[in-house]
């Protein structure tokens, strides 16, 4: 960390080293350390209204400003701001990453300067007042030595605790060794005074200079000497901490925090400073707690089924081979209409069912060869009169019966039964391929209508009520997605009474077989907070918590009791108050701030 130090600022410094350190003796409870809790290194303002929350950062000459929504601290990058700097309206400029940005040479000025921003965001306005206090700015060094870093950057350690080096039997000697060497470093800064009024005109007129031409500023020259003599005096104070007397252990009288600049960190309190670029980056939303009633949950184990109006398989009624359609074989998740062809099962014969066939094709062939004959000559007769036609016409009839069979016997034999999907939808299961031997009843595919599916849950308490209120459910890696419930068994299995439930509008994520938490509410009514379950994290010590947006850069972690609400969503029985911001999309990283 870098010091800017002057002579009034290392004046400062020894006459509070100076000072007597506070005793502790019998009797006495100074009561707890007092923590002093880190601020930003750049001056800040701060505004908050309904709408909007403004946080006003000064960089040199540049104030950066994030407009936030107050409700969920969600980026306003689309509206209009004008920011009032005394008598002057300036208007902001919106820079690419979402921040808007004014420059003022003016702001530089130490004091306290008013501001008041004017937001326009489309048919909405709002006006915020707030103040910017930039401290006495102490004359940038120029680049230090290596020994004067070192001493510079020990120098606010070494001022601190410099109370606890002294004790009362060290305070004559230790006040005259800094009693002599402040009086030579008042000398010195006399010397000092005039060349540094000279060097501070000569930085004013090179900063004018550089705004015209774009010269770099200078800078004076170090300051290292003054710096090397304050550490030493600091340094010739005995190095022995204060010991309280009468047996007791009262501590340091006062805790203090090193400065941490302006990245995310846990403070002593144990609340998180987190500065709005860094919420900007980790995507930091809030919304504000509302108390409700509703009915408690109870949740059942359950798995993803077909709607059984919507489900069917392809089996073959013959054993034999398989061949695929001349469309290819179908495909996992092709969509399939009712009535289409997904292919063909030829049927084979035994050996000894082949030879009876054949034994019976051979009848056939010789029975068919005599009707031909008889006919033949009955035909013959009826020519020369010597015949009926009634004897003609039988003739026929027994050839055509004949033939038909002769028909039927091959058919048999050759052509293969063609399997048809039983109803419209997708194909969701595929257990054949082409040219595959297979039994009768086998399952070769099942369909499924992916639009209409339904959950079996399973209730191992059974005074289950005989319809819910409200059901939902939720899958690994999956959104919550609403139930409707159908009906109940009336037969336990494996000691559970069986729910059904159909689910409205399933994702198309879902998968049969899938299994999910069924969430169903009754009872008596209770009143508690909903949060979505991102809101809830563990703490270090394993507590419940959420984090509460307290202060536009501060979070403040709050344990609470949760029961589960729905798939997506817990109800916070305590800890919380209606109207608190609460962090539902961050809070996992803001829990891991160290």
């Not at 805790?255 to 609340?271: K, N, T, Y």
């Amino acid at each position: 960390m870098r010091t800017n130090l002057t002579p009034k600022a290392l004046l400062s410094a020894l006459v509070f080293a100076l000072a007597s350190p506070a005793l502790a003796h019998e009797g006495h409870d100074h009561g707890p350390p007092a923590v002093e809790l880190p601020t930003s290194n750049q001056p800040r303002a701060i505004a908050a209204s309904e709408d909007y929350e403004i946080v006003a950062v000064l960089k040199g000459e540049e104030l950066f400003i994030y407009v936030d929504r107050f409700a969920d601290n969600s980026p306003v990058t689309e509206a209009r701001l004008t920011v009032t700097f005394g008598t002057t309206d300036i208007q902001t400029k919106l820079m690419p990453d979402g921040v808007f940005k004014l420059e003022s040479r003016e702001l530089r000025r130490p004091g306290k300067h008013e501001l008041i921003f004017a937001v326009e965001e489309g048919s909405k306005s709002d006006l915020l007042i707030t103040s910017l206090e930039v401290p006495e700015l102490a004359l940038e060094l120029a680049p230090q030595s290596n020994s004067d870093r070192f001493l510079t950057s020990h120098l606010e350690t070494a001022i601190s605790t410099v109370k606890s080096w002294v004790t009362p039997r060290q305070i004559g000697v230790t006040g005259g060794i800094l009693g002599v060497l402040l009086l030579a470093l008042l000398i010195l800064r006399r010397r000092k005074a005039r060349a540094l009024k000279a060097v501070v005109t000569e930085v004013d007129q090179a900063n004018a200079d550089a705004a015209k031409t774009g010269v770099s500023k200078l800078r004076p020259r170090s300051a290292g000497p003054a710096a090397a003599a304050a550490i030493l005096l600091l340094l010739v104070s005995p190095a022995t901490r204060a010991v309280a007397h009468g047996d007791e252990d009262h501590g340091d009288a006062k805790q203090s925090i090193a400065f941490a600049g302006d990245a995310p960190r846990r403070l002593p309190d144990a609340s998180v400073y987190l500065p709005k670029p860094s919420q900007r980056l980790l995507e930091v939303r809030t919304i504000q707690a509302r108390e409700t009633t509703t009915q408690p949950s109870v949740s059942f184990v359950g798995r993803i089924i077909a709607n059984p109006d919507r489900f069917a398989v392809v089996q073959s009624t013959l054993g034999g081979r398989f061949t695929a359609p001349a469309s290819g074989l179908p495909k996992l998740g092709q969509a399939v209409r009712a009535g289409e062809v997904l292919g063909y099962v030829a049927p084979y014969i035994a050996t000894i069912d082949r030879s009876d066939a054949a034994q019976t094709a051979g009848n056939l062939e010789q029975e068919i060869a005599l009707a031909e004959n008889r006919l033949a000559r009955a035909k013959r007769l009826l020519a020369v009169n010597a015949g009926t036609r009634v004897q003609v016409e039988e003739i026929e009839i027994q050839l055509k019966g004949l033939e038909k069979r002769r028909a039927d016997l091959r058919a048999n034999q050759t052509t293969p039964e063609p399997l048809v999907a039983p109803i419209e939808g997708v194909i969701a299961a595929t257990k054949v391929v082409a040219g595959q031997v297979i039994e009768a009843k086998d399952v070769l595919y099942e369909i499924i209508d992916p639009s209409s599916l339904w959950v079996e849950a399973f209730a191992f308490d059974q005074s289950a009520p005989q319809a819910f209120s409200e059901a939902s459910a939720t899958a690994h890696n999956s959104a919550s997605f609403k139930l409707r419930f159908i009906g109940r068994s009336r037969a336990l299995r494996q000691q559970s009474t069986v729910l059904h439930f159909a689910i409205e509008n399933p994702a198309t994520s879902l998968n049969v077989g899938m299994p999910v938490t069924v969430l169903v509410r009754e009872g008596a009514a209770i009143k508690g907070i909903v949060l979505p379950k991102a809101a809830v994290v563990r703490a270090g010590n394993g507590e419940n918590v959420v984090w509460q947006h307290r202060e536009p850069e501060r979070f403040i972690a709050a344990p609470v009791k949760v029961s589960s609400f729905d798939g997506e969503r817990v109800l916070v029985k305590g800890g919380l108050k209606a109207g608190e911001r609460i962090v539902v999309e961050g809070a996992e990283l803001i829990n891991q701030v160290r």
